[in-house]
């Protein structure tokens, strides 16, 4: 019996050791089942959260950070939750014009993590140039991945 005992420790120990971490993942808007009222032209990107063990109360709010005609600006982004537990809808709420990058950061219990997503100058996300990380992105961070999709456009 003890020895039973000692393997299902030993493989709950593994089995924990080896589960991913809390993380982000964005796909196209077509991945997203929306409650009634939101149309697919409206929305920006699909935003899933990885990993959480209760979908249902994970959290992402999130800013459209860029440089319009010069000028720095910040536009908070309207985050929809989906018929999906854990499954979310980001409204196309920045400007056409500029450069732009999504500062989206999620919550699932007490685990955070974020991404920087960067747009392209047609309007759509660019997932080779976007950044995901196991914590809250920083404001030095989301200025890099700015400034060099600034200087790649």
């Known amino acids: 019996m003890e020895m039973v005992k000692a393997t299902c420790f030993a493989l709950a120990l593994a089995s924990c050791a080896w589960a991913?971490?809390?993380?982000?993942a964005i796909g196209n808007p077509v991945a997203v089942a929306l409650p009634?009222?939101?149309?697919?032209?409206?929305i920006?990107?699909?935003?899933?959260?990885?990993?959480?063990?209760?979908?249902?109360?994970?959290?992402?709010?999130g800013t459209a950070e860029?440089?319009?005609?010069g000028v720095r600006?910040?536009?908070?982004l309207r985050v929809v939750p989906a018929a999906t537990p854990g499954a979310y809808a980001v409204l196309h709420d920045w400007?056409?014009?500029?450069?732009?990058?999504?500062?989206l950061t999620g919550h699932c219990g007490s685990s955070t993590?974020?991404?920087?997503?960067?747009?392209?100058?047609?309007?759509?996300?660019?997932?080779?140039?976007?950044?995901?990380?196991?914590?809250?992105?920083?404001a030095a961070e989301v200025e890099s991945v700015l400034t060099n999709l600034r200087g790649a456009q």
């Open 44 to 61: 920006g990107l699909a935003v899933r959260a990885e990993s959480c063990a209760d979908p249902a109360k994970a959290q992402l709010s």
């Open 20 to 24: 991913a971490d809390f993380s982000l």
């Open 36 to 42: 009634n009222g939101i149309v697919k032209k409206d």
């Open 113 to 138: 993590a974020s991404a920087i997503v960067a747009i392209g100058t047609n309007g759509l996300f660019i997932r080779e140039s976007s950044k995901f990380f196991p914590r809250a992105a920083t």
């Open 95 to 103: 400007p056409p014009q500029g450069v732009w990058v999504l500062n």
């Open 66 to 69: 860029g440089i319009e005609n």
């Open 73 to 76: 600006r910040s536009v908070p």
